[in-house]
């Protein structure tokens, strides 16, 4: 089964500085989901030629379905860039979990998965980066956020991916650049994932009531 991976004695108290930060994070998440809940919407007075619902469940199921978009059936490697991306972000993201507060759970095989997306979602997200600082056309449209974040990324899922093939270094370096995340990303462009499920039921409502999606 393997030795189950958790921090040393003497770092646990980064555990409680993380459980206080994402009090935090939390909060601010709130106040931004909060706004967004308060914006009144335009009405759409044209008359319906499709099936809204249709619309939004197809608007939510696109990132699912890549042969369904034009973009990735003409650059397969772009969606799988994006799906080991998330992957190894979510394991990442659960492993900071489960480490401080259910060390219980980070044995082999577990830990063996998560630390194979980290390194997949570490590989996409250099690739992205790459592409950013080669790439004119997305050059032009970057900011420091964009270059700062993705960088960030890049190295977050690197030094997860060390910490968890067990070196304690990478473990606590790893729970320390966490904490950092939660502070910075609700301020940063990463906290596009809060307006994602808002944008794709708006997007779904509206072109499947246009009769555009069906």
Sequence with gaps: MGPTLMLPEEFKYLATIKTIVLFIFLSMYFIKLRWLLSLRLGKDLSTPKGDRNLGIRRSFMSNFTPWGMESSKSKPF???EFAFLHLGVGSAITAS????YFPALMVAPITQIFTIFAALGCLAALS???KRVVKPEIRVISSWDDYFSSL???VWLAVATVALLGNITALVAF???TTGLL???PTSKISHYLYWPFTRYYFG???GRRGVIG
């Design 175 to 177: 729970m320390f650049i």
């Design 205 to 207: 409502a509206h072109f």
């Design 152 to 154: 960030m990324v890049t």
């Design 78 to 80: 772009g969606w799988f």
């Design 128 to 130: 992205r980066f790459v």
């Design 183 to 185: 502070i910075y990303v």
């Design 97 to 100: 979990f489960l480490i401080p």
